[in-house]
């Protein structure tokens, strides 16, 4: 992982709000090959499930790359939530790593306007990626006819993660997913006068954000959806008023001690029985993996008034510009979008691969379910994870989140989503 321990103090005095757990420093690290062939590649996968999927793409890396060292460069925290500030620093001193994730989409956006990346165009058809990705995916990343990064995955992230055994106690059938937000809340209204204190497990920050959307999602439906965040749609209209109403109402099942816990710890609760549902990614299905939990022991479904729909996210790796060592990070990219790469990775990561050649037998059930959704399921980009939201937007987003999350204050919460909304 990144740094050692004092690398890691200094940067949390520099962003003052890290928590990272980046304190060890060698075992990541590999060893034998000089410096110069050091391929540090960034990140927020540290743990768990997430790491799991590192460690399948970094296993690769050794076979394919032989002339080269991977330097793991994680910092740990949900969604990014110290590694984006990290990095913004080490882009703005210009000391990029040779390679880093991004979400595909306006995310991306952000480091392509600012000059970050650099164009991988001839690496796409170097490695054939320009046959192996869907044409779909391919139009999506390209911006003014040129491509800047290449997707590992695909992630969904409208999805509910329930425990059968909590819900028993209210007899809720944990098989069949509430058909809308109002079924949810009624469900979860029966799980606390079963005497389930906190019905639903939250997170801080882009937890908070996923559940927002997924509601916003349910009520607006997808082109609406889409909408809030290219213009298209009102965001300070009566029918989100009404959508943020009932985001509250969902909130309010949620532990209390939200603000101080990051999404592992929230599934810790489910987990427990101590919460009957968790609305998060489906990184969640590599970390229930990485923690050998039974999958008799949860079910999952589309966030309840979203089926149909496939809110996706897609983590993506870049040729930073000035970056060391390029012919490195080059190869990293290579094994990031070949096949046995994304199989590597995405077995183990929880999301399905990005690449069209991919068999679903390969993979553990929850993603064959996944794979056959993305086929014929509309596909929505989420805001919270870069596919529809630039950084800046995503930064006043969550700035919005923790002040809703003890306030719970609807207008003011609107109020700063139509801020946030505006492009920027
Ligand atoms: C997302 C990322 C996923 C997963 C998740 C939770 O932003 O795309 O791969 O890591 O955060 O940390």
């Keep these: 992982m990144r740094g050692g321990w004092s690398k890691t103090v200094a940067v949390m005095g520099a962003v003052g709000l890290l928590a990272v757990s980046a304190c060890g420093n060698s075992s990541d690290s590999g060893s034998g090959n000089s410096a110069s062939k050091d391929v540090t590649v960034f990140t927020w996968w540290a743990d768990g499930g997430e790491k799991a999927g590192l460690d399948g793409l970094v296993s690769v890396f050794g076979t394919k790359c032989k002339d080269y060292k991977f330097v793991n460069s994680a910092v740990a925290g949900g969604a990014g939530a110290n590694a984006k500030q990290v990095l913004a620093n080490d882009l703005a001193a210009k000391k990029p790593p040779s390679t880093f994730q991004a979400h595909a989409g306006a995310e991306l956006g952000d480091y392509i306007k600012n000059g970050q990346v650099d164009d991988v165009t001839d690496l796409y058809k170097q490695f054939g990626l320009d046959k192996a990705f869907p044409q779909s995916l391919l139009d999506n990343l390209t911006v003014d006819g040129k491509i ?17 055994t909590v819900l028993k106690k209210a007899n809720i059938d944990a098989a069949t997913a509430p058909a809308t937000v109002d079924a949810w809340i009624a469900d979860m209204d029966k799980l606390k006068a079963a005497g389930v204190k906190y019905p639903l497990a939250v997170s801080k920050g882009f937890a908070e954000e996923m559940v927002m959307e997924a509601v916003l999602l349910a009520e607006l439906g997808a082109d609406k959806f889409v909408g809030l965040w290219n213009g298209k749609t009102d965001m300070a209209g009566p029918d989100v008023t009404a959508a943020l109403e009932k985001f509250k109402k969902v909130l309010s099942f949620g532990n209390v001690d939200r603000e101080a816990i990051d ?23 590599a970390q229930e993996l990485s923690l050998k939990v039974p999958e008799t022991s949860y079910t999952y479904w589309p966030a309840p008034g979203t089926a149909g729909n496939f809110q996706f996210l897609a983590d993506s790796f870049t040729l930073p510009t000035g970056g060391q060592d390029p012919e490195g990070a080059k190869c990293w990219l290579d094994v990031v979008g070949s096949a046995d790469g994304q199989k590597a990775f995405n077995t183990k990561k929880g999301s399905i691969p990005a690449r069209s ?14 794979m056959a959704d993305w086929k014929k399921d509309k596909i929505v980009p989420s805001c919270a994870h870069g596919a529809a939201c630039t950084l800046g937007q995503n930064d006043s987003i969550l700035s919005a989140m923790g002040q809703f999350s003890s306030g719970l204050d609807v207008a003011t919460l609107q109020k700063a989503l139509v801020a946030a909304a505006k492009p920027n």
């Design 263 to 285: 999404w592992p710890d929230a599934l810790g609760y489910l987990n427990k029985g101590q919460a009957g549902y968790q609305l998060m990614g489906d990184w969640v299905a």
């Design 357 to 370: 050649d991919a068999a679903p037998a390969d993979y553990p059930k929850y993603q064959q379910s996944a």
């Design 148 to 164: 800047y990064s290449v997707p590992a995955n695909v992630h969904r992230a409208n999805v509910v993660w329930a425990n059968p």
